[in-house]
């Protein structure tokens, strides 16, 4: 099992993962997706056993402290000093192995490498306890919009160079 950039093959498996991930809040468009992974791909990830993807991490450079919504594509001159992590999905053939840890560390490394100073994203209630445990804090002065349901939270993680270890 590998982890490694996205490229244009990989979107298959993506949709599929996503899929099987998101069947309440319903599956973003892959137009949508493509235009986070095109913002900023270096900081975007598959992991992926004999080539089939079974889990993704989405990130894009963003400028401002409210997370954009939803199911929408991104405003132009959004590149910033915030990288958001937009979306981690992991399939249930590899959930509990670690895989999720694994693509958040190599963001972590992809992201001080580009200099971001802090990391933000908006984590659904039932993931609040992962991405505690993966050093981020809710951000009580920003809420998250409607769509990502009740308990969703705006989180953030200040990176440091020498400190940071998944």
């Known amino acids: ?97 670690g895989v999720g840890s694994k693509l958040v560390a190599h963001l972590f490394n992809a992201a001080r490498l580009m200099k971001f100073a802090e990391i933000r994203l908006v984590s659904l209630r039932e993931s609040v306890a992962f991405w505690q445990k993966m050093g981020f804090v809710e951000d009580s002065k920003v809420g998250a919009c409607p769509g990502y349901g009740s308990g969703a939270k705006v989180m953030y993680r200040v990176l440091s160079a020498c400190t940071d270890a998944a």
């Open 1 to 97: 099992m590998s982890v490694k950039l996205i490229e244009e093959s990989d979107w298959e498996g993506i949709l599929k993962v996503q899929a099987g991930a998101y069947e309440k809040l319903g599956p973003e468009a892959l137009e949508v997706l493509k235009c986070k992974w095109r913002n900023l791909p270096a900081a975007n990830f598959v992991h992926a056993k004999d080539k089939v993807v079974d889990a993704y991490l989405i990130a894009h450079s963003w400028n401002h402290q409210v997370p954009p919504k939803l199911h929408t594509l991104l405003p132009e001159n959004i590149h910033g000093s915030i990288l958001l992590l937009h979306d981690l999905a992991v399939s249930n053939t590899v959930a509990g192995l």
